[in-house]
């Protein structure tokens, strides 16, 4: 008999959060959610908390609408929310909003919150907001999240997970975000992990950044992980997780049973194949072993941000000196775990350091309230004494040290964000977002849907006909003449 791995999908998640730069539509999600469902996966990951800015600025989607319309097509497997303690991801949120942030989760659908803590120091604020999740009933996941520095050995991660096992979750994860880890250290770190975890089953998550991690996986799946987080292509490989047709194969030459619908999630790839060739995104593939991700350990899901925002601001042609920069603040900042915030808090120094020309001529806030404390104790204590003295001398960190971190009850944030009357779900948009952009959001409409499967000419023409922008359309393929209008419709071929 063959032991059984079971597999969360991750596409609807991290796959497009670090191959399109969250860029994945609703209407792209929708006409495979049944398909997923039906697929035999443990959860299937749709959201995270950086998508809900995403979904408001640039998309122009209602992110609450998405878990929704998802929450009805997937009935049977658990929609899975990636969270820190933070509703915005880098500020540190109030408890009174983060309990109306959970409970409009657990409203709208989502049954499973994978919660880490950015330094997993879980003695700062993850034991209120454990508490809130459990109060919703929904699934507690927690992540450790990996890393290498002198600190971060086997025993560092078997007591992390002892921690994290005394709050009684259902699962925890291993979570690699830079995609660091190699075979030789897995075979150490997830016996460790499993010891330190107990009768907890462990989840195992990375990014494959190095080219290392379906490797990695193929030697944590006998070791005795209970599940692994997989994509499906063109939404694997790359800076994304390892494929779920590799890895279901590799499973199976390890005598392990996935139980899962390839050809369902055939179909699903082929989907999304047919929405990257059309719309032009990248398409996850193998990549080749990169050294230099070891010195900069910039995760997969930051990596393509950075990308996309280097282009925007026209200074893509700068992106080596801002990576190497990117290593030398890491170790300024006494070697960060580089995950959501703290990654994109170092990144984005590194981008000013190399702007201004001058290092640390220019400290962002958010470095500031990492020196503050605002992100646990320990984030703050392994910077350097000099970078750390340099920052806190500076006049925006006493005033933001007078400031303090406020706890305001919920009242008081209804009275800042449009008082009383305003609803939940749009108080936690208020907070993420000014008002113009989500009029704009609004004012955008429904989200269109992406059928995929048909022919492509015949469904431009429906998309062209459909409401009332067009009295008449004409298309010329070599020979062939096609005339529409709305009072009657004409083909000639000649």
């Known amino acids: 008999m063959t032991d059984p791995i079971r597999f969360v999908d991750t596409t609807l998640r991290d796959g497009h959060h670090s191959l399109w730069a969250m860029g994945m539509r609703t209407g792209m999600m929708l006409p495979v959610a049944e398909t997923l469902d039906a697929a035999g996966f443990k959860a299937i990951e749709v959201f ?4 809900f800015r995403k979904c408001i600025k640039e998309l122009r989607e209602d992110p609450w609408e998405r878990m929704r319309a998802m929450s009805t097509r997937v009935t049977r497997t658990p929609l899975a929310f990636m969270m820190l303690p933070s509703v915005s991801v ?8 983060m309990k109306v942030y959970l409970e409009q989760l657990a409203a709208h659908g989502i049954g499973r919150i994978q919660v880490i803590d950015p330094s997993n120091d879980f003695s700062h604020r993850l034991p209120r907001l454990i508490e809130m999740i459990k109060r919703q009933g929904m699934q507690l996941v927690i992540g450790l999240v990996y890393s290498l520095s002198p600190r971060h050995t086997d025993t560092y991660y078997q007591d992390k997970a002892r921690e994290a096992a005394a709050f009684a979750p259902d699962a925890l994860f291993i979570k690699d975000p830079a995609g660091l880890l190699t075979p030789d250290r897995t075979r150490t770190l997830v016996p460790a992990v ?12 990375g990014h494959c950044t190095t080219g290392l991690m379906p490797a990695c996986y193929a030697e944590a799946m006998p070791l005795g992980v209970e599940a692994v987080h997989t994509a499906i292509p063109p939404l694997a490989d790359g800076s994304s997780q390892p494929s779920v047709f590799n890895t279901v194969s590799n499973a199976s030459q390890l005598g392990m049973d996935a139980s899962l619908d390839l050809q369902r999630l055939k179909q699903v790839s082929h989907h999304f194949e047919e929405i990257a060739d059309a719309e032009t995104l990248p398409k996850g593939a193998p990549v080749q072993y990169d050294v230099a991700q ?3 350990h910039v995760p997969g899901g930051v990596i393509s941000h950075l990308h996309h925002q280097l282009k925007q601001i026209g200074l893509f042609e700068r992106l080596d000196a801002v990576l190497d920069e990117i290593g030398r603040v890491r170790k300024d900042m006494g070697y960060p775990i580089m995950v959501t915030p703290l990654s994109q808090f170092v990144c984005s120094q590194a981008t000013l350091n190399v702007i201004s020309g001058e290092r ?12 503050l404390g605002h992100w646990g104790r320990e984030a703050a204590e392994n910077i350097s004494p000099d970078l750390r003295d340099r920052i806190l001398a500076m006049p925006r960190a006493r005033k933001l040290a007078e400031a303090g971190r406020e706890e305001p009850d919920i009242g008081a944030i ?6 009383a009357s305003v609803p939940d779900p749009e108080l936690i948009l208020r907070y993420i977002a000014p008002r113009t952009e989500i009029d704009a959001m609004y004012a955008a409409g429904p989200a269109r849907v992406y059928q995929t499967g048909g022919n492509l000419i015949v469904r431009l023409l429906e998309e062209l006909a459909a ?7 004409a298309l010329d393929v070599g020979d062939g003449h096609l005339r529409l209008s709305r009072s009657r419709t004409e083909r000639t071929i000649s």
């Open 48 to 51: 995270g908390a950086g998508h």
């Open 90 to 97: 880098f500020d540190v949120t109030p408890y009174s909003l």
């Open 467 to 473: 409401g009332d922008r067009f009295d008449r359309i």
């Open 360 to 371: 640390y001529k220019q400290v962002s806030d958010e470095i500031i309230s990492v020196a």
């Open 414 to 419: 209804r009275d800042r964000l449009g008082g």
């Open 294 to 296: 070891y010195v900069h």
């Open 194 to 205: 499993l010891k330190g975890a107990g009768d907890v089953p462990v989840e195992f998550h």
